[in-house]
Nanobody, 123 residues
Framework: QVQMVESGGGLVQPGGSLRLSCAAS????????MGWFRQVPGKEREFLAA????????SYVDSVRGRFTISRDNVNNTAYLQMNSLKPEDTGVYFC????????????????WGQGIQVTVSS
């Protein structure tokens, strides 16, 4: 059974930072692209960032480029999302996901999903 477990969320002030972690098990982690998504009430789940399993190339949505950094540790089977300069509009439920595709920026390309973790940016 595949498990994807997010951690590191919570409440942070605008301008602050958080690092989300995604611990994966039950799959060949090094052969899956890892991605992060965000969902807010009334909106579709939004792609944020991905890191390819094949060549390590990263992709970011424009709204987080320069503020968020995706990374992965293939020894510990963990993906990370470092979030800096957080804004209130970054509030939402964050999901990690794994895709068997080399390039994956759409939710339909992802095979496995975590349960999501709340991030709230507010003073």
């Amino acid at each position: 059974q595949v498990q994807m477990v997010e951690s590191g969320g919570g409440l942070v002030q605008p301008g602050g930072s958080l690092r989300l972690s995604c611990a994966a098990s039950g799959l060949r982690f090094s052969l899956y692209t890892m991605g992060w998504f965000r969902q807010v009430p009334g909106k579709e789940r939004e792609f944020l960032a991905a890191k390819s399993y094949r060549d390590g190339r990263t992709s970011y949505v424009d709204s987080v480029r320069g503020r968020f950094t995706i990374s992965r540790d293939n020894v510990n089977n963990t993906a990370y999302l470092q979030m800096n300069s957080l804004k209130p509009e970054d509030t939402g439920v964050y999901f990690c996901a794994a895709s068997g595709r080399d390039r994956a920026t759409n939710s339909y390309a992802y095979d496995y999903w975590g349960q999501g973790i709340q991030v709230t940016v507010s003073s």
